[in-house]
């Protein structure tokens, strides 16, 4: 289990989705599956497939992910021999500031790449969470000996925002044909999650020649024009669940998948491959006398004296007596007062609720309320 | 200073608890776990860091496997630290002979050498074996301000059970005058809690001259507390007023389990300001299911849960089938209680597997207590009947 490869994490979002989430807080932090954050699925990913090295790349709002993840200890990431590497923007004598695109990360951080001695670079942006074995992906590679393996899901891309989702066409032996933006709404098309598995030195190379070339971007300067010379890209079907997040609806939708059985068990309960989080020391989650939950994924430092149903409930929330939360997600340390009747509601960390507000939004339109608010 | 410490912990974690088996069978009472997710020695452990004690020698004898793992370098207490720290310390040989430990002083006696390191001008004795939450900075300061040579933490106990504890006998002041061990005829309400603070001087002194005695059982409340006594040295009580339980025996231990249950619990877990730590065991967030009724109880992680459970503390990784039902116990990590299977007024060991349709226990008015030993199956329509202990796997009917 020692995956000679290098991970690179962009924690922001190139596409822009999660607007709410990410207001103060990049992709990457953002709470998912009532004690994680989202990077926490592929960090733990990586880390179990045997890769010790890991840099994440960040342009802005990155306090909140740099407390979550810190030094990667919960990951044993901050070791001679294996480390977390936080790559901030930075500002330098000939120019600075910070960059926008994928490609213009990698160029940024290029002397980053140079320091490591692995074989293969795994790349990945943040917008999904998945329980992936990236040693598959690299025997699969290897085997099919492509230039660059892209990882796509086959999954409906749900609601169409401005935002691109990438459609591949994939042949029959798995190679990558064409790809265009994604389109039909609800049918099942091979969507690329932005991971990609290649030789680090064809990285640097590459990297370096689109400086000099002044190109920017991952996909339309280096990804395309390799589909469409011929060059070997592979596309590797992601097994199991891949919950994608393109907007706050199918973040609601998403965090509800958890409660299936099915979704569950691939992301959580795989022999070996544990995601593992930062942690808390809180107490166990406490029941009062007249609590009711049902079908609910609840975390611990809880308290519920309330009825919970169909719903995701973060690590230190309390839920007040006679009050019923359903189909809504409430995040880390935020208080429900009593009497209160909240539905398809997305609570944000810290937020608190008093006694007897009624709130509610739709599956496709949630009632969202940001840090820190007050209702 | 950063060349030595104020004070050092010493924490006799080497007793067997006999009176835990089966709980104790396989594994030393610290390491017993409680409360959902801890470990017993989590909280003296963690009484240590919050009251700002970074260096703790944990005493271990009895089969130390689990607990040398549970303890690691002492990382889920920040304790893994460059100078002080958490230091695991067995019995050893040594050029002049080996030996086990005799007795509680023998043990600190053996790790003199251990405690001089950090040349420390307190020492704090405390065991593994209680479940209370207590600043030990409050009490040293009070022995500072005693000019003590031995300070005793102390509770009051009601009158009629104190003849089962140490008792106090004290002036107005706090200074001890006497000290009883389970006197028949107790003249005072003041037990103590086998927490006791010495000036290192003193300590070192009266480790020494018991060592040389033969004849003693080398004990701190046999031997080291009433020599000094004798000799008239300063020894005074610490009251302590906050919780504590003696988790010394079965019916203690569920006891003490379930003060952390109702919306005013009595052990209060959820306090952000005194936080007990513990080592982590990274499962998911426990998914309740649709079935599942769960009133006055905790629960923790990795749980699937879709039967009912009623005034019991539930740890991680428990499957709970639709149907079984849980009230009034104890259930230890790792157990799976299927369907239409029935637990009450009962302790369940890590591991335990209950068929569908078993009964264990009985209503808690029988005030006998069932035990299911580590990783023991019960088969489908056994029963396990109220106040027996069962170790060995139970054919199904």
């Excluded at chain 1, 320091?115 to 992936?132: D, H, Q, R, T």
């Excluded at chain 2, 300061?141 to 003849?163: G, R």
Aim: hydrophobic letters at 40%; glycine letters at 8%; a negative charge.
């Amino acid at each position: 289990m020692n995956m000679n490869a290098l991970g690179f994490i962009f924690a922001d979002s190139v596409d822009g989705a999660l607007n709410e989430l990410t207001e103060k807080r990049t992709l990457g932090a953002v709470p998912f599956g009532a004690r994680y954050r989202v990077i926490d699925f592929l960090i733990s990913n990586m880390v179990n497939a045997g890769i010790r090295n890991i840099g994440i790349a960040t342009t802005g709002k990155y306090d909140s992910l740099m407390h979550h993840v810190r030094s990667g200890a919960p990951w044993d990431l901050d070791r001679k021999r294996s480390r977390l590497t936080f790559l901030p923007p930075y500002a330098s004598f000939n120019g600075g500031g910070t960059y926008e695109n994928r490609l213009e990360a990698l160029q940024y951080h290029l002397q980053y790449l140079k320091n490591f001695s692995e074989e293969y670079v795994l790349i990945s942006g943040c917008n999904y969470v998945a329980n992936i074995d990236f040693e598959k992906v690299l025997e699969f590679h290897k085997e099919s000996g492509a230039r660059i393996t892209a990882l796509y899901r086959n999954s409906k891309i749900h609601r169409q925002q401005e935002l691109t989702v990438m459609e591949y066409k994939i042949g029959e032996d798995g190679r990558i044909l064409d790809h265009r933006n994604a389109e039909i709404l609800d049918e099942v098309r091979p969507l690329s999650i932005n991971a990609y598995l290649m030789k680090l030195d064809d990285l640097i190379e590459i990297t370096e020649r689109s400086m000099r070339e002044g190109k920017h971007s991952f996909r339309r300067d280096l990804l395309f024009p390799m589909i469409e010379s011929g060059e070997k890209v592979m596309g590797y079907e992601v097994p199991g669940a891949v919950l994608y997040m393109d907007d706050l609806a199918t973040y609601l939708k998403n965090s509800l998948d958890l409660l299936n059985k099915d979704v569950r068990a691939s992301l959580f309960h795989v022999d070996g491959f544990p995601i593992l989080t930062n942690v808390k020391d809180s107490a166990p989650a406490r029941y009062g006398d007249k609590a009711k939950v049902v079908n609910s994924l609840i975390a611990d430092g809880t308290i519920i004296e309330g009825e919970v149903r169909n719903s995701i409930i973060f690590r230190g929330v309390r839920i007040g007596k006679d009050s019923v939360v359903e189909n809504s997600v409430i995040m880390q340390e935020s208080t429900i007062g009593d009497g209160v009747r909240l539905n398809y509601a997305v609570l944000d960390k810290n937020v608190i609720v008093q006694d007897c507000r009624m709130l509610s939004g739709y599956i496709t339109h949630p009632f969202y309320m940001g840090v820190n608010e007050v209702i | 200073m950063i060349n030595r410490k104020k004070i050092v912990a010493m924490l006799l974690a080497g007793g067997q608890g006999s009176r835990l088996a089966p709980l104790t069978n396989s594994t030393a009472k610290p390491v017993v776990p409680f409360g959902g997710r801890y470990r017993i020695i989590d909280f003296p452990l963690s009484n240590c860091v919050n009251s700002g004690i970074d260096t703790v020698g944990v005493l271990t004898q009895y089969q130390p496997l689990e607990l040398n793992d549970y303890l690691g370098i002492g990382t889920p207490w920040d304790m893994d630290l460059r100078f002080g720290g958490l230091h695991v310390l067995p019995p050893y040989q040594a050029a002049t002979g080996s030996d086990w430990f005799k007795g509680t002083a023998n043990a600190i006696y053996q790790n003199i050498k251990f405690i001089k390191q950090y040349d420390p001008e307190y020492v704090l004795i405390l065991s593994g074996d209680h479940i209370y939450k207590m600043d030990y900075a409050i009490m040293l300061d009070e022995h500072i301000k005693n000019q003590a040579d031995c300070t005793l933490a102390v509770i009051d106990v009601p009158l009629e059970e104190a003849s089962r504890f140490g008792i106090m006998n004290t002036d107005d002041k706090g200074r001890v005058l006497e000290f009883e061990e389970k006197p028949k005829h107790p003249k005072s309400t003041q037990a103590s809690m086998g927490v006791y603070i010495f000036s290192t001087a003193a300590l070192i002194h009266y480790l020494e001259e018991d060592e040389a005695d033969p004849t003693s059982q080398n004990d701190f409340g046999k031997n080291i507390i009433p020599n000094m006594l004798r000799d008239g040295k300063r020894m005074y009580t610490h009251l302590f007023k906050g919780y504590w339980r003696d988790v010394g025996t079965l019916t203690s231990y569920w006891a003490s389990n379930m003060d952390s249950l109702g919306d005013m619990p009595e052990l209060w877990l959820n306090d952000p300001d005194w936080k007990i730590y513990y080592r982590h065991s990274f499962n998911h967030p426990q998914y309740v299911g649709e079935h599942a009724d769960i009133t006055h109880s905790v629960c923790g992680e990795g749980n699937e849960i879709d039967g009912k459970i009623d005034h019991s503390v539930v740890f991680n990784n428990i499957v709970l089938e639709e149907g079984a039902e849980i009230k009034d116990s104890v259930i230890i990590s790792g157990c799976k209680i299927k369907k239409g299977a029935k637990v009450e007024y009962a302790i369940l060991d890590s591991g335990v597997v209950i068929d569908e349709g078993a009964v264990v226990g009985g209503p808690k008015e029988s005030g006998q207590l069932a035990v299911i030993g580590r990783n023991v199956h019960i088969g489908a329509g056994a029963v396990v009947k109220p106040g027996e202990s069962v170790t060995e796997d139970r054919e199904g009917v």
